[in-house]
């Protein structure tokens, strides 16, 4: 997993250019943006960047979208990333279903409201990154006690060394509960 680079990574889905084109002018100064034009790119690109957010058509020829967001979810890089349907057509209750069922987080429907796109978007950038953070400390508090226990199985319990480690672990797990903080 490579962290997200200081502007988060929102992945735009759309067969249409005008579609990408706008929503990249709505969104290019807070996010690092990446456009593909198919779900079959979609699918290529998250099986090797993850992105904080993926906003997505429904409607595209080939791998329609809720195709795409069932690909997505099976995928490692994918699974959590929040996912927003963009459509023009699909407004009926219905397809929205559809689309939860498919793995759709949110949906946005066109004309796109420029303003609400945008704070859609930076609510699940920050979301995600939280959630990143969190996997990032619960990796590191593995790793303390795995190397807790290695110094368990060699040295005795009442060596300086190990009251070390189980501060640092007390530490880690105070950094955890910070950031568990509400946003």
């Known amino acids: ?15 249409r250019d005008a579609n990408r084109i706008a929503m990249e002018a709505m969104l290019s100064g807070d996010y690092t943006l990446t456009l593909v034009g198919s779900g079959i790119e979609a699918v290529a690109v998250a099986a090797t960047v ?4 993926i906003l997505l058509d429904v409607r595209m020829p080939g ?4 195709e795409t967001a069932e690909a997505l979810r099976k995928m490692e890089l994918a699974r959590f990333t929040p996912l927003i349907f963009m459509s023009a057509f699909d407004q009926d209750i ?26 859609k978007v930076a609510t699940y950038a920050q979301l995600f990154l939280r959630n990143e953070s969190m996997r990032i400390q619960i990796r590191m508090l593995g790793n303390l006690v795995q190397s807790l226990q290695a110094e368990i199985n060699r040295r005795s319990p009442t060596e300086a060394f190990l009251r070390s480690k189980v501060q ?16």
């Open 50 to 53: 993850e992105f904080a957010v």
């Open 168 to 183: 640092q672990l007390e530490v880690a797990i105070e950094e955890l509960q910070r950031h568990m903080a509400p946003v």
């Open 63 to 66: 791998m329609n979208g809720y």
């Open 94 to 119: 219905v397809q929205v279903k559809r689309g939860y069922v498919a793995g759709a987080t949110d949906f946005m429907f066109s004309p796109v409201d420029e303003e609400l796109l945008r704070f």
């Open 1 to 15: 997993m490579t962290p997200q680079p200081v502007k988060p990574r929102v992945l735009i889905v759309d067969d």
